[in-house]
């Protein structure tokens, strides 16, 4: 079936390095979304990003549709940054139907 | 511009009782999607309204049932709770302009734990 793959499952960085996390798509999308996950549970948008390269301030997005992936940037990372990040998917026909992946969960230690 | 809302925002329940939970998209969405999150599955596609209309559904079986109502608010309900269905509903809501835009925003989230 449709997958949506995400790498490392784990992250742990100290304040101030930098990120890459990675996203897989087996299949052509329509849409692609990364979340940020607050602890409370809410799943916040950090970008809508089909294709393209997109930045908000330290973060930034990458998704080479013709390779199937995405990737996340986060730079100068800080405390706040700690959380579960999440990748998402649509891959046509009903346009409502994300397929998450697993998230990449990163602690940013002080 | 308000965000997705929903309600309750907790809610615990026992084996055999049935729950409906709802929500109110961003004014002016018209889609309206919902999604289980257990530590277990993870973040899981449940069902998709839009004008009224269930367009889509996940794997769940048919004690998950929603409607959506003129205003777009939508409710999903479900029937003979079992232990497992406790979780993280999120409900999230979409605008749809023109063909394949559909950057889809989620609200809080409602907790429910079933004893």
């Known amino acids: 079936g449709i997958q949506v793959e995400q790498s490392p499952p784990d992250l742990i960085l100290q304040e101030g390095a930098n990120s890459t996390l990675r996203c897989n798509f087996s299949?052509?999308?329509?849409?692609l979304q990364w979340f940020h996950q607050n602890p409370w549970g809410q799943l916040i948008n950090l970008f809508y990003i089909p294709s393209g390269t997109k930045q908000n301030g330290r973060l930034s997005a990458t998704t080479v549709a013709t390779e199937r992936y995405s990737l996340l940037y986060i730079s100068s990372s800080q405390t706040t940054d700690s959380g579960v990040y999440f990748c998402?998917?649509?891959?046509?026909?009903?346009?409502?139907?994300?397929?998450f992946g697993k998230g990449t969960k990163l602690s940013v230690k002080p | 511009k308000a965000g997705v809302t929903q309600t309750p925002r907790y809610l615990i329940k026992t084996r055999g009782q049935q729950v409906t939970l709802s929500c109110s998209p961003i004014s002016g969405h018209r889609s309206v999607s919902w999604y289980q999150q257990t530590p277990g599955q993870g973040l899981q596609f449940l069902f998709e309204y839009f004008s009224e209309t269930q367009r889509n559904k996940g794997n769940f079986p048919g004690r998950f049932s929603g409607r959506q109502f003129s205003n777009s608010r939508s409710e999903m309900n479900v029937s003979t709770l079992e232990l497992g269905d406790s979780a993280l509903y999120l409900c999230?809501?979409?605008?749809?302009?023109?063909?394949?835009?559909?950057?889809?925003?989620f609200g809080p989230g409602t907790r429910l734990t079933v004893l």
């Open positions: 998402a998917a649509n891959y046509g026909g009903s346009q409502g139907n994300l397929i």
């Open positions: 299949d052509s999308v329509n849409n």
């Open positions: 999230a809501s979409s605008l749809e302009v023109g063909a394949g835009y559909n950057e889809q925003f």
